[in-house]
């Protein structure tokens, strides 16, 4: 059973196992990238595959405003209602209802909708970073949708890209916005010192690994939440290309580990802390100066104080 909330679901850090919506969240996790590519084949190119991200919005995660012919349309996934509103600057709109249904069927009437306001529109119809990867149209596998898990978890997001908004603003150098990668299901936000990288090796599944060197073509530090690495989902951060001594730099609070090439910090760890919102910013700022230090950034051109 997934543990009780507050009433004021905005004032909490909202708890949700992952095996009590693995299901919902494999769904999930394919719907949303049926609509990122819609994204992606209709916006222009930007750096690092920017132009294909979700955002989180004050209802659930949309993909903002999409050029198309002249006028402009956008896609949101409402987790509070449970509806996929498509809208054109125009006035119209469709909708799509969340509930239980396969990926086939979620793709179909999205597809269809989008017909019937005029956009028609083709995507490379087969799921990225993910193993298998069962077309959209053929998938009848996936098909949960509990909506109480979907709406924690967008609650979850919330939380996270408050945080991650919050650590960006102390960044001038070059910064990507806080957004949805719809590719591993996680909300990123990534540093960068100005200099290239080595080409990536890639590897990722079903990706093609051009994308990957595109996505790493300049040295960074990312950070993010996904649902994954703990119980309730985890904090992560990685560099790339890691420097020299990057695994073993200390790093804050004393629940976080490296492996694998990235550090994780439960999601649980941070909620369950006397103050949340401190744990998590020391995880970004140590892990940060893991990178930024041990890489030779030039920090004092790249940050900033506000408060100065």
């Known amino acids: 059973m997934m543990a009780e909330q507050s009433t004021d679901l ?7 196992k992952l095996a009590d919506w693995a299901d919902t969240r494999d769904t999930l996790h394919l719907w949303t990238q049926i609509v990122g590519k819609i994204r992606m084949a209709h916006a222009p190119m930007a750096n690092h595959w920017w132009h294909v991200t979700l955002y989180v919005s004050a209802r659930g995660l949309t993909t903002s405003a999409i050029p198309y012919r002249g006028g402009t349309f956008d896609i949101e ?3 509070v209602d449970h509806q ?34 005029g956009i028609p529109t083709r995507i490379h119809a087969v799921p990225n970073e ?18 109480r898990a979907v709406e924690l978890f967008w609650r979850q997001l919330l939380r996270a890209d408050r945080a991650l908004t919050e650590f960006r603003s102390g960044f001038v150098g070059k910064v990507s916005p806080v957004h949805f990668f719809w590719g591993a299901m996680d ?15 890639g590897g990722a599944p079903n990706c093609p690994d051009w994308v990957m ?20 989902g985890a904090f992560y951060a990685y560099a790339y290309p890691e420097p020299d001594g990057y695994a073993d730099h200390p790093i804050r609070p004393s629940d976080a580990s490296y492996a ?3 550090y994780l910090l439960p999601y649980e760890a941070v909620a369950t ?23 030779g950034w030039d920090r004092a051109t790249l940050e900033h104080s506000w408060n100065a």
């Open 10 to 16: 905005g004032a909490t850090w909202p708890r949700l």
């Open 77 to 79: 996934f409402d987790f």
């Open 84 to 117: 996929l509103h498509i809208r054109t600057s125009d006035g119209r709109r469709r909708g799509v209802p969340l509930a239980p249904k396969p990926v086939a069927a979620f793709y179909a009437e999205t597809m269809d909708a989008l017909s019937e306001l």
């Open 130 to 147: 993910v193993d298998p990867a069962i077309p959209f149209a053929q998938d009848h596998e996936h098909s949960s949708y509990d909506s």
């Open 187 to 201: 909300l990123a936000c990534t540093r960068f010192s100005g200099r290239s990288a080595p080409p990536h090796p």
């Open 213 to 232: 060197r595109e996505g790493y073509s300049h040295e960074l530090a990312s950070f993010g939440f996904w649902p994954g690495g703990g119980e309730e």
């Open 260 to 262: 694998n090439g990235e």
């Open 273 to 295: 802390a006397p103050d949340p919102d401190r744990a998590l910013n020391e995880f970004l700022e140590t892990t940060y100066n893991a990178a930024a230090d041990l890489g």
